[in-house]
């Protein structure tokens, strides 16, 4: 397919209302009001409401492997979560699965404070390299989110890789994990990637 041709194909749509952003922009605060009106799934990005793309199966069989191999293992003092954003103020991003502070979960949690979050888990697929290999690192580093993983579709198999926050600041790569991801923190995990099947 040129370029020309794929100019030349409608683009499908359906409408979406969405509220009026206040002078500074919705910050976490404002997600409850929100998801009443905004019909899918959405992030906070500087104040503005970006609507997140469908996910593939894989994508959501991998963070189903992934939240149940962690639940499996993970100390009391955790819990394993998944579509719940960590609050930076004016930007909300929704990592695939979160380690958070049990202490800090409540049954109508929404979000949680950086300092709750022990490890941000995205899943990459077509549609989101970008935001998750650039983007999100870069977010989570700065409200430092302590532990980072990052996963890669490598001919339908999992790929991890892992990484952990520098004082100064900035994460530093801790492994490529293609069988097994075997790591200390935020606690100590010993868990097989077993092949994505459907």
């Known amino acids: 397919m040129t370029a020309a041709q794929h100019i030349d194909e409608p683009i499908r749509s359906r409408l979406v209302s969405l509220p ?16 009443e009106v905004v019909d899918g799934r959405f992030e906070l990005l500087d104040g503005d409401v970006v609507m997140m793309a469908p996910a593939t199966h894989w994508h959501n069989e991998v963070i189903d492997i992934l939240k149940h191999s ?3 293992i993970a100390p009391e003092a955790y819990v ?5 954003g960590i609050d930076l103020g004016a930007s909300v991003p929704e990592p695939d699965v979160l380690v958070v502070s049990r202490s800090a979960v ?6 949680f404070a950086p300092a709750d979050v022990h490890l941000a888990i995205e899943v990459v697929s077509a549609r989101t390299k ?3 290999r650039k983007l999100r690192p870069l977010q989570y580093a700065e409200a430092g989110v302590k532990c980072f993983w990052r996963v890669e579709n490598e001919n339908d198999a999992m790929v991890v890789y892992t990484f952990e926050l520098l004082p100064e600041g900035g994460y530093a790569p801790t492994g490529v ?4 991801v075997k790591v200390d923190r935020p ?3 010993d ?4 092949a994505v099947t459907w």
Request: net charge positive; aromatic share 4%.
């Open 70 to 72: 962690l639940r499996a």
């Open 187 to 189: 606690f100590p995990i």
């Open 130 to 132: 970008t935001k998750d």
């Open 177 to 180: 994990h293609r069988v097994r």
């Open 106 to 111: 409540r049954s109508d949690s929404l979000v």
């Open 20 to 35: 009026m952003p206040p002078a500074g922009g919705f910050t976490a605060v404002d997600l409850p009001r929100l998801i």
């Open 80 to 84: 394993i979560a998944s579509e719940q």
């Open 191 to 194: 868990i097989e990637l077993p």
